[in-house]
Structure formats: structure tokens, C-alpha cells
């Protein structure tokens, strides 16, 4: 069974740190780019970063750039983020997502989260 | 970045109604459009990507069609799983971003 699973969240203070971790099953993790989504409570989803399949490219979105670093490790099935300088802003729960992309014979039409974790809660209070 | 917007936000609705819902991006993202399901305590789940394909394991009572920069997704007949929060997202360019959501609620 494909799966993702999410660990490492918890209650951290304003200005500490935290890392999260993901564990993939059932599918060869070391080719799919991965993503970080997130979802403040009562809120929608927010894309955090992504990192390509063999660790060669990230990406971040404006709001956690230079304080998160995504990474990933291909032989363990894992992938984290390393969260800094957090903010109460930054409370959420946090997802990986497997990027697919869909093609037919020669053509690729399109692009989406088709794998998600369950999710780990993140929770940034004094 | 693209924003998407989606609406309404709120849809009240009955077991067994035909029920669509709309999203607009700001610009023209072509058929790159994904729809996610999300119940609530759970993560989303792909119901169709690329505009209107379907994803596999999901029931053909789901449906989505659109370009540009309007879409919209169909349900044919409402079953009580259904009850849930929809987000679209677009595909077309970095970062990919996600409309606010609409939550298809018990009238």
C-alpha cells in the first residue's frame, strides 16, 4: 500500500525549533519530488516547499524562506523539514504530499498531490 | 503567484442533490487544475487533476470541467460521504497555490 507518514510535531515556543519527518511505503520514494503542505486551524491548505527527486532543487514559499530547509534522505524513504525562528503564524498541521505526474504515452498533461500523510500538528505558543 | 478563488464558500445541500461549484484562477492556467476532498480530521484527497480526469478509486458520480481560468466540479448525485470541504489548485506554474475551499454542508 502507497503511504506517508508524518512524524515529529509538537508544542515548541516562539523563536525555537522543530523537525519533521516523513516515512514513505510502498512506492520507490527516490523518484518523486515531495512536497511540505500546510493548514492553520479553521483554514486552508498552504503550499510550505518541495525538493526534486534526487535532492538536486528546492523550493520554498515566501512565507517560511531562509527559516525552513527542506531535505530529503533516498535510502532511508524519508524527507523532513527543518523548521526555525518559528512564529505563532506558523501553527499548523503540516502534510508531505508525493507530486505525481500524469502522462499518456509521449504526453504529460498535468500535475497534482495525488499521495498525502496524515498529517502532524505543529503548535508555536508561549 | 496565481490566486484561486473559489465559491461559493458554503453550499448547503441534500443526499441525492446535483451540486457544482466554482473556481476562478487569475489568470489563464490553461487544464491545470486539480480538485481535493477533505473530510473533516482527515487529509485531502485527489479527486481529479488536470481539469477533468478522474483519479483513480473515485466514484464517476464526481466530475470536472472547465480552461482557462473558470472550473468547476460536479457532483451528480450527493451521498452522505460527500459532506466535506473541496479545494481546487492549479498546476500551471510555481508556487502552486490552493482556492480557500468550499464546504458542501447538510441543508
Known amino acids: 500500500e502507497v503511504q506517508l507518514e508524518e512524524s515529529g510535531g509538537g508544542l515548541v515556543q516562539p523563536g525555537q525549533s522543530l523537525r519533521l519527518s516523513c516515512v514513505a511505503s510502498g512506492f520507490t520514494f527516490s523518484t518523486y519530488e515531495m512536497n511540505w503542505v500546510r493548514q492553520a486551524p479553521g483554514k486552508g491548505l498552504e503550499w510550505v516547499s518541495k525538493i526534486s527527486s534526487s535532492a538536486s532543487s528546492t523550493n520554498y514559499a515566501d512565507s517560511v524562506k531562509g527559516r525552513f530547509t527542506i531535505s530529503r534522505d533516498n535510502a532511508k524513504n524519508s524527507l523532513y523539514l527543518e523548521m526555525s525562528s518559528l512564529r505563532a503564524e506558523d501553527t499548523a498541521v503540516y502534510y508531505c504530499a508525493r507530486r505525481t505526474i500524469f502522462c499518456s504515452g509521449f504526453s504529460c498533461y498535468g500535475d497534482a498531490f495525488s499521495i498525502w500523510g496524515q498529517g502532524t500538528m505543529v503548535t508555536v505558543s508561549s | 503567484d496565481i490566486q484561486m478563488t473559489q465559491s461559493p464558500s458554503s453550499l448547503p445541500a441534500s443526499v441525492g442533490d446535483r451540486v457544482s461549484f466554482t473556481c476562478r484562477a487569475s489568470q489563464n492556467i490553461n487544464g491545470s487544475l486539480n480538485w481535493y476532498q477533505q473530510r473533516p480530521g482527515k487529509a485531502p484527497r485527489l479527486l481529479i487533476y488536470?481539469?477533468?480526469s478522474l483519479q483513480g478509486g473515485v466514484p464517476s458520480r464526481f466530475s470536472g470541467t472547465g480552461s482557462g481560468t473558470d472550473f468547476i466540479l460536479t457532483i451528480s448525485s450527493l451521498q452522505p460521504e460527500d459532506f466535506a470541504t473541496y479545494y481546487c489548485?492549479?498546476?500551471?506554474?510555481?508556487?502552486?497555490?490552493f482556492g480557500q475551499g468550499t464546504k458542501v454542508e447538510v441543508k
Open positions: 489548485q492549479q498546476s500551471h506554474s510555481n508556487p502552486r497555490t
Open positions: 488536470g481539469a477533468s
